[in-house]
């Protein structure tokens, strides 16, 4: 067999490479030896003879990296004597509407004993080309199906005919779920926060290269997406501020039951047939299939959900629910391989939907440039809010903030206005009640406009979030910052919806949507006909709320909350009748149910404790239906912790290549404390860490594959001001070098809890420990005498690197003036005390931030 791979201008050390890493394993696993030829004309040639019949798979390596397409897998049969080849993707599957290709070669001069026939759904016409030894074979479906392929040489049909090439719909929609969980290798070890650590991988051959650090459920450090390619001894290097923490290096012996092997995932449930708009459960078992990503992949002629239910030991219950009845193809996915009879023709039965979705699109041009100290001007609807409790500010590229005027028209309609000092990238935040609206801070650009881009236009206001029957559910789209281009936005639901669009100047636009049918809606938003980051949205719209609206709250503290105190409040129906149910969402995206009492006729008490600080949303509901005012924002913690004052600047957010790190850095001096978080998506994982700077944090990814990389920055859960960036990511030096990206988008991410900055303060150095680790004993901690000096012993052997404080309090409230603490070695120490006094002295012992176990220690003291 031979086949030609047309790759351009190949230099001879490419052709030398390809030799020493080009495998061919049989069917029996023995290698067979490639002979590769030159072209001399930019392509290679590679042929093998291979000694028995079954599936060969070809696979082909270029600096340590599997080139696109390979393993290349084709099948080989003896007929009267002579080898008979196929390969293609069209002997597996294709998509209607477009031609699907596939490859036979026989013995030079007998391709005329070859027959191929294609039976599927509907009559396909085959195009035939024949080429010496090799013969290309090309067909067009236009039904979507099971397409079986024949193919005889000498009348006699090949080992694997007739192939069975799945053919999903046309148009297809693609839903995805990628779950790395069953790629996570716990260290066992307890790091309080990833900062400043920073971690590489040895593999078995000798290479070095970047790993992916995250915590696990149970606060444990582990590597992400571990992935193993061959057996032997890896070898996890991590180190603080270039010194190794406790443990480093960390072996990982890797065998063959560590191995990903995709044929040993079990899966279970509707893989053939499934029922639309209902809940259909795939199960899937891991366990035994080693270390490796797993993924979900649903194409089909409209969108899917899927979730994942249940997780456990390696196990998973993924949930999936077409919109339509239709043909799906499902793709079921282990590192990257498909499971045993992946992908699966899924034929979708029930009852239509009866969605419909109504669309209108709108040209927005170009807006224009606007130069330093010429007026400009921001305009928005935002319903249910008070002019009184309005703000709005504008802070240049310098950190200077002014405020902005403000007039209040009709309709809850406001218009900001401003005059920028400079040129450069300005914040411009508007809040109410002291708190960021939806989709604030906005980036305003002084001067030269940025390049643009879909991921530019942003989008805010409660008709994203939340709706009602028979009203109009109103929200802004910013699309200045993002260029001239072709805007459409669709909702699709129970019903049809009524799209109004209201035209501003300078790249502003309100939309309006009013729906007849309660239910749950998606609000597509496309710019140059590709979705926007977090299209579609999906609004649940309730019915009339009519006796929801009597609802009232009473006592709800929105500001000056602290973390692990509890907050109360009390809600009164006012003759309303149902059920109240209430949930609040955290920055961190976590939802927490409130507790809910009943008082009295009508009257009920609701409590909930705050794990975090940052803006919290309190979504209290009548019969699912929202309150007024419903969700309340809520500041926990100081209300420094501002987003608008966060920036983001470094290479990394616009460029980068495959295998280095490329960094960029987040500001948060000046912007309080609250939780960073930052995501990248793209065709790869990456290898993210992160380490602290004067002004903040410096964050480093190492991406695997090129192509195009969404990064987002949030501070608090909210966006922070140009969130998120597209970072174009190449092949190091156009080498061709890197991984060959997944077949689904792969998101990595990290949280980083900051600490306060101040602009132009030096950064200190932060101790993390944890304090459950303390071991505290010694007679000392149980009862003392008057005037008589009593010991114990305190051991941080086991719990990090943190302070270390401890003091007494006496009867009268004053410290106890003699109190010493000794080191006795690196970990340990003896802490000596003398009281004077008798009765309950209070000792406290603290590690970090926390108490060790057993503080406060109440401890008895009687006289002589």
């Known amino acids: 067999m031979s086949k030609p791979w047309p790759w351009n201008q190949l230099p001879s050390s490419a052709i030398d490479y390809y030799k020493k890493t080009y495998k061919m394993p049989a069917p029996d696993a023995d290698g067979l030896g490639p002979e590769i030829k030159d072209n001399t004309d930019g392509s290679i040639c590679v042929q093998y003879h291979p000694n028995k019949s079954g599936r060969h798979e070809v696979q082909m390596c270029y600096e340590g990296c599997a080139v696109e397409g390979s393993p290349f897998s084709c099948m080989v049969d003896n007929i009267d004597g002579s080898y008979v080849t196929a390969f293609g993707a069209g002997l597996v599957g294709g998509m209607s509407g477009q031609m699907v290709s596939f490859t036979v070669t026989a013995k030079q001069g007998s391709l005329s004993k070859l027959d191929v026939k294609v039976d599927g759904p509907t009559k396909t016409d085959i195009t035939r080309k024949d080429h010496g030894d090799k013969c290309d074979i090309s067909f067009l479906p236009m039904t979507p199906g099971i397409y079986n392929i024949i193919v005889k040489y000498n009348g006699k049909e090949m080992k694997g005919s007739p192939f069975v090439s799945k053919v999903s719909g046309e148009g297809r929609k693609r839903s995805q779920l990628s779950l790395g969980n069953s790629s996570e290798y716990s260290l066992k070890v307890l790091e309080t926060n990833v900062v400043d650590l920073v971690a590489s991988i040895k593999l078995p051959s000798g290479a070095i290269e970047p790993c992916l650090l995250k915590k696990d459920s149970e606060g444990h450090l582990c590597v992400g997406s571990f992935a193993p390619k061959s057996t032997g001894d890896y070898a996890i290097h991590i180190s603080r501020d270039e010194k190794p923490i406790k443990g480093s290096p960390f072996h990982i012996k890797v065998g063959d039951k560590e191995l990903a092997h995709a044929s040993k995932v079990k899966v279970s449930g509707p893989t053939t047939k499934a029922k639309a708009n209902e809940p259909n459960i795939l199960e899937l078992d891991c366990s035994d299939a080693g270390y490796g990503g797993l993924s979900v992949v649903i194409e089909g002629p409209h969108r899917s959900e899927i979730e994942c239910k249940h997780y456990e030991n390696r196990k998973y219950k993924i949930s999936y629910s077409p919109h339509e009845p239709g043909i799906y193809i499902l793709n079921l996915r282990f590192a990257d391989d498909h499971l045993p009879g992946s992908p699966f023709l899924l034929q979708v039965e029930g009852e239509p939907s009866g969605r419909i979705r109504e669309t209108v699109t709108k040209t927005m041009e170009q807006a224009e440039p606007v130069k330093k100290n010429q007026n400009c001007e921001f305009y928005l609807q935002i319903p249910g809010t008070n002019p009184f409790d309005m703000e709005a500010s504008v802070t240049d590229p310098d950190g200077s903030t002014e405020l902005c005027e403000i007039m209040d028209e009709e309709d809850f309609h406001y218009r900001m206005m401003f005059t920028p000092q400079m040129e450069g990238t300005h914040t411009l935040s508007i809040k109410h009640k002291g708190l960021h609206i939806s989709g604030s801070p906005f980036v305003y650009s002084v001067g030269q406009l940025s390049s643009g881009g879909t991921h530019k236009v942003q989008v805010g206001g409660p008709g994203v979030e939340k709706g009602e029957v028979g009203f109009s559910n ?177 290479d990394g957010l616009e460029r980068g290549s495959c295998g280095i790190k490329n960094k960029f850095v987040v500001r948060t001096a000046g912007a309080g404390s609250s939780f960073l978080a930052v995501f990248i998506e793209g065709p790869s994982k990456c290898a993210l860490s992160c380490r602290e700077v004067d002004e903040g944090y410096e964050f480093s990814y190492t991406p695997f594959a090129p192509g195009k990389y969404l990064i987002t920055v949030k501070y608090g859960n909210i966006n922070i001001a140009g969130s998120p960036y597209q970072s174009e990511v190449t092949a190091r030096g156009g080498s061709g070098s890197g991984r060959k990206p997944s077949p689904l988008n792969e998101t990595t991410s990290m949280v980083v809890e900051t600490v306060e900055k101040r602009p132009g303060a030096k950064s200190l150095r932060r101790f993390r420990g944890d304090a459950s680790k303390v071991n505290v004993r010694g007679p000392g901690l149980k009862k003392a005498r008057c005037n008589q000096t009593q010991t114990f012993t305190i051991d941080v052997k086991d719990a990090g690197h943190a302070m270390l404080c401890v003091g007494m309090v006496a009867p009268n409230g004053l410290p106890e003036p003699e109190l010493m603490v000794k080191k006795n070695n690196p970990t340990q120490y003896t802490v000596s005390y003398k009281v004077v006094e008798a009765g309950e002295h209070t000792l406290c012992i603290r590690f970090g931030d926390e108490e060790v176990p057993g503080s406060p220690f109440s401890i008895a003291t009687v006289l002589r």
């Open 474 to 650: 109103v929200f802004n789209i910013y699309t200045r910052e993002a260029g001239a281009g072709e805007l459409s936005v669709a909702v699709e639901g129970p019903s049809d919806a009524l799209i109004k669009l209201e035209e501003r100047p300078h790249g502003f636009l309100g939309v309006s949507y009013k729906v007849k049918v309660a239910g749950m809606y998606d609000i597509h938003i496309k710019f140059n006909d590709a979705h926007i980051p977090g299209s579609p949205f999906r609004v649940h719209i309730s019915p009339d709320s009519g006796v929801a609206r009597n609802v009232t709250v009473h006592s709800l503290k929105d500001r000056g909350l602290q973390v692990d105190k509890a907050s109360t409040f009390t809600v009164s129906y006012n003759g309303a009748k149902g059920t109240l149910n209430a949930c609040v969402r955290t920055p961190s995206g976590s939802h927490e149910d409130c507790f809910v009492q009943e008082m009295d006729d009508g009257l009920y008490g609701l409590r909930f404790i705050p794990k975090e600080n940052g803006v919290h949303y309190l979504d209290i509901k009548l019969n699912d239906h929202h309150i007024p005012d419903s969700p309340f924002a809520i500041m926990v913690g100081s209300m420094a912790a501002d987003p608008a004052m966060v920036l983001a600047h470094g």
